[in-house]
Structure formats: structure tokens, C-alpha cells
């Protein structure tokens, strides 16, 4: 069965760092990875992904995510954050059973960006 | 873009009533998801939905069920709610079968069970 891995509940960063959140993923077959942020007080929104292809994928609002096939990880990073990155974000897999239309989700990692 | 639009933001239900979440999409897309999201546990899949009157079981369908009449609308029901039914629950959309197709997600039903 897949699963997703966030092992950071939460990540502080100064405005203007590098940041990163991690994900780790298990699989059977090819994986299709996603991003999601969720600010507060809204859904989900979809960040970016990764199908095939380039191993860096870049997306929304300047973040990009690096595939890692042999660490099976896919890492969110963004060179320079910003206040209003301060959100919950969820790595997530596709899920190949239940018709290939489901994803499996991550716990979320919390990140603050401070000023 | 897509729209998906869940109709309570809040509510505050008692033990034992039926509760209702509808979630209305404005765009063509087959495929609707009920999501419940509890701190810690990510999203867990309930219920979710590839055509009309078409549902599938997710990962924690037990003490809900769902309805799907028309292709827009999804609605996820609660037959008896209890207090452990307390969450977020949120709604979501993907357009056809294509496994790089992504989830478009309404704002979310806070669902308090007293």
C-alpha cells in the first residue's frame, strides 16, 4: 500500500532563508507525488507535482520540489521565504487502488515563517 | 477555474441528529471526494464518487454515506452523529481518469458534535 511521510510536524524559518519541508513516500510502481498548501481558514490548494520527467519540478508562488528516486523522497524547498508561506502543507501520493482516483496523504508539516 | 462550493463553513450538530454536507462543483468534472482532516492524520478518504449515482468506499466510510443524483453535486451524509465524527470535513473534485489530474478542494465543513 502507498504512504507518505512528513517526518517535521513543524518548521520555523527567518523570512528571507532558504526553507525546506520533507516528504517520503513508499509506493508500488511509478510514484505521481504532489504538493498541497492549506492557509488558514481554507482548503487545500494544489502546489505542484511530479509525473515523470525533470526531477526538479517547479510551481506555484516560487516553491519547486526535488525527486529523489533512490531516497524516494520528494522535498518542497523555496529559496527565499516569505511571511506568507506560513501555512500547512501536505505531500501526497497517488493511490493506485479505488480506481486510481484516490491520493494518500501525508500528517502535514506546519511551517512558520517568521519575520 | 473551478469552483467547489461546500454549504456550511460551521456547524454545531448534537449526538444522534442527522447531519447534511453538500458540495456543489460549477465545472464538468467527474470525480468527487469526501475528505475528513483531524490534526496529525493528514486527509483520510470517506467517500468518493466517478460518476452519477456512483460511490466507492474509501478508507473510513463507517457512520457516513453519500449521495450523488446529479453530476455537480455530492453530498455526504451522517446518520447518526457522534461526538468522534467532530472534524474538518472537506470536499474536493478531479477531472477524468488521467492519474496526473489534480484535486480542486472547497473550503472545508468544521463540524462540531456535541
Known amino acids: 500500500a502507498q504512504s507518505v511521510a512528513q517526518p517535521e510536524d513543524q518548521v520555523n524559518v527567518a523570512e528571507g532563508n532558504p526553507l525546506t519541508v520533507k516528504c517520503t513516500y513508499s509506493v508500488s510502481g511509478n510514484p505521481y507525488l504532489f504538493w498541497y498548501v492549506q492557509y488558514p481558514n481554507r482548503g487545500l490548494q494544489f502546489l505542484l507535482k511530479y509525473i515523470t520527467g525533470d526531477n526538479l519540478v517547479k510551481g506555484s508562488y516560487g516553491f519547486e520540489a526535488e525527486f529523489n528516486k533512490s531516497q524516494t523522497s520528494f522535498h518542497l524547498k523555496k529559496p527565499s521565504a516569505l511571511v506568507s508561506d506560513s501555512a500547512l502543507y501536505f505531500c501526497?501520493?497517488?493511490?493506485?487502488?479505488?480506481?486510481?482516483?484516490?491520493?494518500?496523504f501525508g500528517p502535514g508539516t506546519r511551517l512558520s515563517v517568521l519575520p | 477555474d473551478v469552483k467547489v462550493t461546500q454549504s456550511s463553513r460551521y456547524l454545531v450538530k448534537r449526538t444522534g441528529e442527522k447531519v447534511f454536507l453538500e458540495c456543489v462543483q460549477d465545472?464538468?468534472?467527474?470525480?468527487m471526494f469526501w475528505y475528513r482532516q483531524d490534526p496529525g492524520l493528514g486527509l483520510r478518504l470517506i467517500y468518493f464518487s466517478y460518476d452519477v449515482k456512483m460511490k466507492e468506499k474509501g478508507d473510513i466510510p463507517e457512520g457516513y454515506s453519500v449521495s450523488r443524483e446529479k453530476k455537480e453535486r455530492f453530498s455526504l451524509i451522517l446518520e447518526s452523529a457522534s461526538t468522534n465524527q467532530t472534524s474538518m470535513y472537506l470536499c474536493?473534485?478531479?477531472?477524468?481518469?488521467?492519474?496526473?489530474?489534480?484535486?480542486?478542494f472547497g473550503a472545508g465543513s468544521r463540524l462540531t458534535v456535541l
Open positions: 501526497a501520493v497517488r493511490d493506485w487502488g479505488n480506481y486510481g482516483q484516490n491520493f494518500v
Open positions: 474536493a473534485t478531479s477531472l477524468g481518469d488521467s492519474g496526473a489530474n489534480v484535486l480542486t
Open positions: 465545472m464538468d468534472h467527474e470525480n
